[in-house]
Nanobody
């Protein structure tokens, strides 16, 4: 069982940056693939980025490639999402998620945080 708590959301102007954090408690953090997802009002939740358990491989959706970076520190049970050059269309609730799969996946994660709001003004 893993509990996830996101932080770092807020209001930022277009072109600005935010860093989201996700603190995990429970056993086995270093064995989980970690992902970030987002859900805008009236839209379905979408995959943003993922990082494999060792941190050796990362994946980004095309919509954030080159602007967002996912990273993790297994010693601190924490995963981050650095978001640069933010756009109004990045406005959404951002969720951290964890899964026991040894393979990359963009959905069906086992554990989810409560979400943190990111609002980008134009």
């Amino acid at each position: 069982q893993v509990q996830l708590v996101e932080s770092g959301g807020g209001l930022v102007q277009a072109g600005g940056s935010l860093r989201l954090s996700c603190a995990a408690s429970g056993r086995g953090f270093n064995t989980y693939i970690m992902g970030w997802f987002r859900q805008a009002p009236g839209k379905e939740r979408e995959f943003v980025a993922a990082i494999m358990s060792s941190g050796g491989s990362t994946y980004n959706s095309d919509s954030v490639k080159g602007r967002f970076t996912i990273a993790r520190d297994n010693a601190k049970n924490t995963v981050w999402l650095q978001m640069n050059n933010l756009k109004p269309e990045d406005t959404a609730v951002y969720y951290c998620a964890a899964d026991r799969s040894p393979f990359f996946k963009i959905g069906g994660y086992d554990y989810w945080g409560q979400g943190t709001q990111v609002t980008v003004s134009s």
